[in-house]
């Protein structure tokens, strides 16, 4: 197995357990709210730390799956002016996108930190945990993000992306499946009107 096959498996495996990780919490989340709701409905008790607990791994949800989302690229863009541009316009799109949102994951990786020092020392009402839980999460957020924006930003340079890869919108099924059916709409339409 050559180095670039076992860090691709690496990575590959990382990703695999942020995934088992937000399954895991999101389980634990439905486990801790719908068990109160039940010991409180049906028994006239609870779980003193469900509420506080579930709003702690919520948090952890969120960071987490920015993190998928972003390898992914699911998050929301338009691209309908960088599809037109030539290659070197794209190019210098993706790098000026790439290094702006490479400087706010700086800026909040700065910001979490100097909050996770103020709050090490307060812990939550209930759990007794931290407050500076959810900034360590916010940290780690930031790190993987901008340790994939910089990888990007490598392969832009060294020209190693394709003209799709300049692109940072992906299609979900719903656009293309739109887009195909307007596709064979205008097919239809052109075949009429010849006829």
């Not at 990703?15 to 068990?35: A, D, I, P, Y």
């Not at 939550?124 to 945990?129: E, K, Q, Y």
């Not at 957020?141 to 990007?152: D, G, K």
Request: hydrophobic share 50%.
């Amino acid at each position: 197995m050559t180095e670039r096959e076992r860090s691709g498996l690496m990575i590959r495996g990382f990703f695999r357990l942020l995934e088992v990780t937000v399954v895991g919490c999101l389980g634990l989340m439905v486990v801790l709210v719908f068990g109160n709701v039940v010991l409180r409905y049906g028994f006239n008790s609870g779980i003193e730390v469900s509420e506080e607990l579930s709003r702690i791994v919520f948090v952890w949800v969120i960071f987490l799956g920015a993190i998928i989302g972003f390898r992914e690229r699911a998050h929301l863009g338009v691209d309908t002016i960088i599809r037109r541009l030539p290659r070197a316009g794209k190019l210098a799109c993706y790098v000026v996108s790439d290094a702006l949102m490479l400087v706010i994951c700086i800026l909040v990786f700065h910001g979490s930190l100097i909050q996770a020092r103020i709050n090490l020392q307060n812990p939550a009402p209930v759990t007794g945990i931290p407050l500076a839980v959810g900034y360590a999460m916010s940290m780690f957020m930031t790190a993987a993000i901008a340790f994939m924006i910089v990888h990007s930003l490598y392969r832009a340079l060294t020209g190693s992306l394709t003209d799709d890869e300049l692109s940072q919108v992906r299609e979900s099924e719903e656009s293309a499946d739109v887009q195909e059916v307007e596709r064979l709409a205008a097919q239809e339409a052109r075949t009429r009107k010849s006829t």
